[in-house]
């Protein structure tokens, strides 16, 4: 007996000491020392490269205007850049990179209010902010995209009791195709506000941004695990309607997609577990991408995740600020490489009541394609206010689904086939899936999900008649609903 208890003890240190070698050796610390010339703008899956003429970084409105109205043709627009299928350029256009217009323009701290130049991140802005106490309402789950970047994919977080960062933005300033500078808001220019945020810079340059705030409060970590099919009463009972519930995900485990971990982060007064109030932006990150690779590789690595992994990391407490949680780093999930696998993400949105039937059908079609799934983070959307490209038509469960798939032109073809799938199964569910991904999607499957398509594409003749703001998006969608433009074929 005691024989037998030494053997498993051995064991088991023999298969911990083998993740731990796995994880912390570096077998192909080959990374390539990539020099982009400055006029290929690509984005983070690195799938997307694209030649523009010349890239101008502004740091004033009037570097904006003067960029538009001192050329002719077309202009792209990006942001932080993680937008994943060309959203960000288009071929041979003047491309306005937003990164250096980034101040902070006024902080009113009494009112819970911030005016920010839109190429601003939100790590940057929490540093000013923080110095209040205060916190950003909506933003992702991590700090490196832009402001402008974000309202023109109108993204979301974890926040429980919120939706649409457009729920939190009360006022914009733009430039029109033509130069001209306009305020925008639920009750000024309302038509351009609702096209613009969303609008993936298809209506117009977002420069200056007004936001709502909020505090920032100590919050602690609480978690649970169940069978996918008990998380919607699970969330409708205990998590909609808990104001203290400040962030929310729930992540299904691949690739049996049977089970589900609640992690919510409630209000608390209790004694921090980490007193630092924001991730280091210089914090180096020598093991997550390890361990999202070995993830990546095996079923036997996302057992362990499930089993050994997170049940350990999930064992201690922890009480932090509001601001250390939303200030991740990409970095984190950056690999040593993508010359030839990739990680990317994808986004759908259903209607609360169709949660079960949506996690069915997806989950189907990941094992029948045999899709490299990582992690389906559920998050939860109160409705849209009014975009015209509004994602959470109604109250919604988001499904983000990070994988790795390889970068050839065969993986790139399997992937298109299961993600076009999954978008005629996200309709049939009267929902909607993401836009700032890959392009799989046909024009078809676009103005099924977002019905409002034929209103934004007459706001963007109307405000951009020549189609000077274009990028691969655009082009996709839009030269193909106006035949008259110089445009290519959808597919
Ligand atoms: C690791 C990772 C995690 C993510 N997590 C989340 C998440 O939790 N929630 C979520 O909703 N999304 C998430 N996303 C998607 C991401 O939020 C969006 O791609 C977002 O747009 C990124 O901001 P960005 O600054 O990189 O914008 P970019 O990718 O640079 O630009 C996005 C779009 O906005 C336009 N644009 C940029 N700046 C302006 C401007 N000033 N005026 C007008 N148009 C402009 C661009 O032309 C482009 O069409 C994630 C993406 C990654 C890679």
Request: proline share 3%; no cysteine.
């Amino acid at each position: 007996m005691i024989k037998l208890f030494f053997k498993i003890i051995a064991s088991f240190l023999l298969l911990l000491g083998l993740l731990v070698a796995y994880i912390f050796i570096d077998f192909d610390d080959n990374r390539p020392q990539k020099i982009e010339q400055p006029t290929t703008v690509n984005d983070i899956t690195q799938l997307n490269p694209i030649e523009v003429t010349r890239v101008i970084q502004p740091t004033s409105i009037e570097d904006i205007v003067g960029a538009i109205q001192s050329s002719t043709g077309a202009i792209s627009i990006g942001g932080g850049r993680f937008s994943q299928g060309g959203q960000i350029a288009y071929p041979d256009s003047i491309h306005l990179d937003m990164r250096a217009f980034n101040k902070v323009l006024t902080l009113d701290a009494a009112h819970k209010k911030v005016t920010v130049q839109s190429g601003i991140t939100w790590r940057d802005l929490q540093e000013v902010i923080d110095t209040e106490n205060l916190s950003i309402k909506i933003m992702q789950t991590y700090a490196n995209f832009t402001v402008g970047g974000s309202l023109s994919v109108n993204v979301h977080g974890r926040y429980i009791g919120e939706g649409p960062i457009i729920r939190s933005v009360e006022s914009i300033k733009l430039i029109k195709a033509n130069g001209e500078i306009v305020s925008a808001s639920p009750t000024k220019n309302s038509t351009l506000f609702y096209g613009a945020i969303g609008g993936y810079g298809g209506i117009a340059v977002i420069a200056e941004v007004t936001l709502n705030l909020a505090d920032n409060v100590k919050v602690k970590r609480y978690t649970e695990k169940m069978n996918v099919h008990s998380y919607k009463e699970y969330f409708s009972a205990n998590i909609r309607h808990d104001q203290n519930v400040v962030f929310h995900n729930a992540d299904i485990y691949p690739p049996n997609f049977t089970d589900i971990r609640s992690v919510s982060w409630l209000n608390t007064y209790e004694t921090l577990t980490v007193e630092q109030r924001l991730i280091s932006k210089d914090k180096e990150y020598t093991w997550q991408p390890k361990v999202a690779k070995f993830v990546a590789d095996s079923n036997f690595g996302k057992w362990m995740r499930q089993h050994v992994l997170e049940p350990i990391l999930y064992s201690f407490d922890a009480v932090q600020w509001r601001n250390y949680e939303a200030s991740y780093d990409v970095n984190e999930l950056e690999p040593s490489n993508r010359t030839t696998q990739t990680y990317a993400l994808r986004e759908y949105f259903v209607p609360v009541e169709n949660f079960d039937s949506f996690a069915i059908k997806m989950a189907n079609i990941f094992k029948q394609h045999q899709a490299n799934i990582i992690n389906v983070s559920i998050r939860h959307a109160l409705p849209d206010s009014g975009s015209l490209l509004a994602w959470a038509k109604t109250e919604v469960f988001a499904f983000v689904v990070y994988y790795r798939q390889g970068t050839s032109e065969a993986a790139q073809q399997s992937v298109k086939v299961w993600s076009r799938e999954i978008i005629d199964a996200v309709i049939e569910e009267n929902g909607a899936y993401y836009l700032p991904y890959q392009l799989h999607a046909t024009t078809e499957q676009f103005v099924k999900a977002y019905p409002k398509a034929d209103e934004f594409f007459e706001l963007k003749r109307k405000v951009d008649p020549d189609y000077r703001f274009r990028n691969k998006l655009w082009q996709q969608h839009y030269e193909t609903n106006n035949k008259q433009l110089d445009g290519s074929d959808d597919e």
